[in-house]
């Protein structure tokens, strides 16, 4: 059941991992920038994400992940909605920053539960991991 909870918080939390990169074509032409300067929300987001998987992690250890969570969802809201109305380029490259922060609190859970998992039941983790390399162990045999 607990890994059945983080997966949706992982999969409605770490959406914004991969949101800007939808809307990339989007954003390049709507601030008229060119590919590099429109990939600098992405950018500042996977920063965030960097910094928020050590920041949040101290507070989960030292507060729990309610308070966590709470912040993460209101960092999303607030995230989201700010860079729906961005009027510029660094202005949505910061809000960006913050949607990575509050991410990376939805992530960590998420990978924990999942490790916790698989230690339970180290069988289909090890078939997962096999199947993984079954093509590359057959190519090298074969030697192509």
Sequence with gaps: ???????????????????????????????????ADAALPYTLTMVGFALG???????VDRWGITIAMIGAALGLGAGFAG?????????????QFIIGIATA????????DISHWFLRRRGIG???WRSRLRPITCRARSGR
């Design 1 to 35: 059941m607990r890994l059945a909870i983080s997966l949706c918080i992982g999969l409605v939390g770490n959406v914004g991992m991969w949101s800007i990169i939808v809307i990339l074509p989007a954003v390049q032409a709507e601030f008229g920038a060119g590919r």
């Design 83 to 95: 860079a729906a109305m961005a009027p510029n380029l660094a202005t949505l490259s910061a809000l």
């Design 105 to 112: 609190t939805c992530f960590g859970p998420l990978i924990a």
């Design 126 to 128: 090890a078939l997962q």
């Design 53 to 59: 998987n050590y920041v949040i992690g101290r507070a």
